[in-house]
């Protein structure tokens, strides 16, 4: 059984930090990418950042860029988002997800596995 657990979210101060954990079992996703998305309260399901497995080539949205930095530790199928500099924008639930289709690692769609996310809390 495939699981994506996420883990490391919390409420947090203005200008703070936090670490994101996604820890893969079951199969390990080494052919395409792995993401972190994010969703705030009535807004829709938003692209944060992806790495893919391989290359180590990075993606971010811009508005997280030279703030966040994803990485991946192979030899624990681990993904990590550390979030700097965080603001009360950044509030959302935080979900990994691993790309199972080639494609844009911005579209959702090519995700076929998913974490239950974590909630990430930024306070002003």
């Known amino acids: 059984q495939v699981q994506l657990v996420e883990s490391g979210g919390g409420l947090v101060q203005a200008g703070g930090s936090l670490r994101l954990s996604c820890a893969a079992s079951?199969?390990?996703?080494?052919?395409?990418?792995m993401a972190w998305f994010r969703q705030a309260p009535g807004k829709d399901r938003e692209f944060v950042a992806a790495?893919?497995?391989?290359?180590?080539?990075?993606w971010y949205t811009d508005s997280v860029k030279g703030r966040f930095t994803i990485s991946r530790e192979n030899a624990k199928n681990t993904l990590y988002l550390q979030m700097n500099s965080l603001k009360p924008d950044d509030t959302a639930v935080y979900s990994c997800a691993a790309q199972t289709n080639a494609g844009s690692v911005k579209l959702q769609g090519l995700y076929g596995y998913w974490g239950q996310g974590t909630q990430v809390t930024v306070s002003s």
């Open positions: 790495v893919d497995w391989r290359s180590r080539t990075t």
């Open positions: 079951g199969r390990t996703f080494t052919d395409y990418a």
